[in-house]
C-alpha cells in the first residue's frame, strides 16, 4: 500500500526567502506526482504534474523535482511572498491495471511572514 | 484544465437527514473520483465513479451510506446519507483530465 510522507508538517519563513517541501513515498511504481496548494477551508489548486519519466517541472517560483527510485520529491519555493501560505499537498497516482488513485500526504502547512 | 463547479459550495445539516453534492466539470471525462477531508486531514478517496458503470468504493465506504450518480460525462452527484457528526467535512469531486486529476471547489459540510 502506497504511503505518502510530507516533512515538516508545519513551516513559518520571512518574506523573501527560499524554501523547500519535502515529499516521500514509499511504493516507486508511480504514474506521477502532483503537488497541490489549498487555502483553508477551499479546495485543492495543482501546482505541478511531473510524470514518472520526468526529472523536475518548473512554473514560475516553484521547481518540483522527483527521485523515483529513492522516493522522494522536493518543492522549491523562491523568494516566498505572503500570497505563498497555505497547505501544501504532495500526491502521487500508483501504477495498476487501470488505476489512476491519488495517495496524498498530510501536507505542509506553509506561512510567510511579512 | 478543466473548469469544475459544485453545489452547494458549503451546508449546514441536521443529524440523520441527507445532501446530495453535485458536481458539473467543461469537458467530458470518463473518471471522476470522490474525496474526503475531514478536519485537520488529508484526503481521502470515497469511490471512483466511471459513465455507465456502478461506482467502486474503497474500504471503509458503502453504496448505502455514500451513493453517486453519473448520468453522463459532465456531472456526477454524491449524496452523503443519514448524516451524523462525523460525516463533517469537506467533500471534493475529482475528474480525470488527460491522465491528470483536477479538484472542484469542495462542498463544505457541517453536521450538527
Known amino acids: 500500500k502506497q504511503e505518502v510522507t510530507q516533512i515538516p508538517a508545519a513551516l513559518s519563513v520571512p518574506e523573501g526567502e527560499n524554501l523547500v517541501l519535502n515529499c516521500s513515498f514509499t511504493d516507486s511504481a508511480i504514474y506521477n506526482l502532483q503537488w497541490f496548494r489549498q487555502d483553508p477551508g477551499k479546495g485543492l489548486t495543482s501546482l505541478l504534474l511531473i510524470q514518472s519519466s520526468q526529472r523536475e517541472q518548473t512554473s514560475g517560483r516553484l521547481n518540483a523535482s522527483l527521485d523515483k527510485s529513492s522516493g522522494r520529491s522536493t518543492l522549491y519555493i523562491a523568494a516566498s511572498q505572503p500570497g505563498d501560505s497555505a497547505t501544501y499537498l504532495c500526491?502521487?497516482?500508483?501504477?495498476?491495471?487501470?488505476?489512476?488513485?491519488?495517495?496524498f500526504g498530510k501536507g505542509t502547512k506553509l506561512s510567510v511572514i511579512p | 484544465s478543466a473548469v469544475i463547479s459544485q453545489k452547494p459550495s458549503r451546508d449546514i445539516c441536521q443529524r440523520g437527514t441527507s445532501l446530495t453534492i453535485q458536481c458539473q466539470v467543461d469537458s467530458q471525462v470518463t473518471m471522476m473520483f470522490w474525496y474526503r477531508q475531514q478536519p485537520g486531514q488529508s484526503l481521502t478517496l470515497i469511490a471512483t465513479?466511471?459513465?455507465?458503470?456502478?461506482?467502486?468504493?474503497e474500504s471503509g465506504f458503502v453504496i448505502d451510506k455514500f451513493p453517486i450518480s453519473r448520468p453522463n460525462l459532465t456531472f456526477s452527484t454524491l449524496t452523503v446519507s443519514n448524516m451524523s457528526p462525523e460525516d463533517s467535512s469537506i467533500y471534493l469531486c475529482s475528474p480525470l483530465l488527460y491522465n491528470e486529476q483536477f479538484f472542484g471547489p469542495g462542498t463544505r459540510l457541517t453536521v450538527l
Open positions: 465513479a466511471n459513465q455507465g458503470s456502478e461506482a467502486t468504493y
Open positions: 500526491a502521487v497516482t500508483s501504477s495498476g491495471a487501470g488505476s489512476y488513485q491519488l495517495t
